[in-house]
């Protein structure tokens, strides 16, 4: 079963979420929470696989909420909601260490799967969104970089290899994509996507295609 905590100030968001997820099979609602400060107890607490995160709430925001999660090591992964895509307050979630992004209106089926896919870890989730996502704010030059996207060396420790792997991340490749792609077996594609977050200290995937952006490893289009 998948663990979930919903993070949402909004009672009926809160309980259209839930009663949506607890439908699912393989997913349990573990947990509630109306602010940052009570989603960051939460996860302590429940330890849930997936927190659905609302960026905007009092007292602690969904991005605050997100670092401290990511800061604690914890294995629980966050999905951030929104009610538009081209959200800069996404992107700053996702630089905080959210694993993707989810419109509000998304259908039920939608959802679900969205948990699933964070929760697996192996894929971002609506990669072509999340790359215009990416696209639209790594180019602005007033915009906080991550800390190894600072450091114009930062990716030099890569290898040949790791650094096209990184480049395929980027586009919103999954590790069997990446291992059809370059014709090696996809234990070898998660192998490298490994080495490249512990060389780079970054989280997950979402963060790894938001370096390759910034550290202009890929070209904002």
């Known amino acids: 079963m998948i663990k979930v905590l919903i993070a949402d100030d909004q009672m009926m968001v809160r309980e259209g979420f839930s009663v949506l997820l607890g439908a699912m099979p393989d997913i349990e609602v573990v947990g509630e929470a109306v602010n940052g400060i009570e989603a960051v ?3 302590r607490d429940l ?6 995160m609302d960026i905007r709430m009092p007292e602690m925001n969904g991005i605050d909420a997100t670092r401290e999660i990511a800061a604690a090591g914890t294995a629980t992964k966050v999905l951030v909601l929104t009610t538009f895509d081209l959200d800069e307050y996404v992107y700053e979630a996702l630089r905080a260490g959210a694993s993707g992004f ?3 209106d998304a259908s039920a089926r939608q959802l679900a799967d969205g948990v699933r896919v964070v929760a697996s870890g192996e894929a971002l989730l609506a990669p072509s969104v999340t790359r215009r996502l990416i696209t639209e704010f790594s180019k602005l030059s007033d915009t906080p970089k991550l800390p190894a996207a600072q450091n114009p060396g930062a990716y030099g420790e890569l290898t040949d290899r790791e650094t096209e792997v990184l480049v395929l991340i980027a586009q919103g490749l999954s ?3 990446i291992a059809e792609r370059l014709v090696v077996a996809e234990s070898t594609i998660k192998t490298h996507v490994s080495r490249i977050l512990v060389k780079l200290g970054l989280r997950d995937r979402t963060q790894a295609a938001v370096f390759a952006y910034e550290a202009r490893l890929v070209t904002p289009g």
């Open 102 to 104: 989810l419109l509000k």
């Open 47 to 52: 330890a849930p696989d997936v927190v659905l």
């Open 175 to 177: 590790n069997s994509e």
């Open 41 to 43: 107890a939460r996860v």
